[in-house]
């Protein structure tokens, strides 16, 4: 419950990106006057942990609050049979049919893989990264959005080496000067891009890594290993399987 925002979005992206910027806060601290003994260390668990158990907490609020205002709620997969018929399915098979006069269709997306060898098999998505139980470690986002890059800079602000592989421009859709100066900001702070590149493969080396290969827009290839390699190129709605012909509905 709560959709993209409270599970894979907003709510834990900002927690994540709050914990970067303590981390960056005490590394600065020094010149400051504070007195810090060590550079800080950071504890990937911890954050993962604590930030699913502030999803879950908002997950059962909002159940709470449907239950106080007589809400029914069905955990179940809904196709609609015809215009005013939906039929749900849930996890242990049991079926409910449901009419109605109106119904709202508010399904929202997934995110969405490239069609090259290896994406589904040894990747993982923007929205996996936020219960990623191990640490993520040299880590490839692969996208230029708005998405691709928040995640690009809470993880490099906790401490992983991360890089970017960036098709065409930043922030497609956005002012291209802002976006560039965002741009140079986080490449020099550290975070690597891989400019006018488009990944081919993603291959499972004997070590346990991931070695991505990419076109680049001049006809060159190149390839490099990654502990883990984050894909943020889009999403995908969540409409074609709810049988909307069946509702009249066209798309």
Known sequence: LGGTCVNVGCIPKKLMHQAALLGEGMRDAASYGWEVDELPKHSWETMVGNVQMHVKSLNFGYRS????NAVKYLNAYATFTDDHTLRCIDKKGKETTLTAERFIVATGGRPRYPDIPGAREHCITSDDVFALKTPPGKTLVVGASYV????????????????????????????????MQIKNYMAEHGIGFVEGATP???ELTEGGRKKVSWKLADGSFGEAEYDTVLLAIGRDVCTNELGLDKAGVAL
Do not use: K
Not at 150 to 178: K, N, W
């Open 200 to 202: 081919t493969a993603v």
């Open 148 to 179: 691709a890059l928040a995640r690009a800079g809470f993880l490099h602000g906790v401490g992983f080496e991360t890089h970017v592989m960036m098709r065409s421009i930043p922030l497609r859709g956005f002012d291209q000067q802002m976006a």
């Open 65 to 68: 609050e449907l239950m106080t």
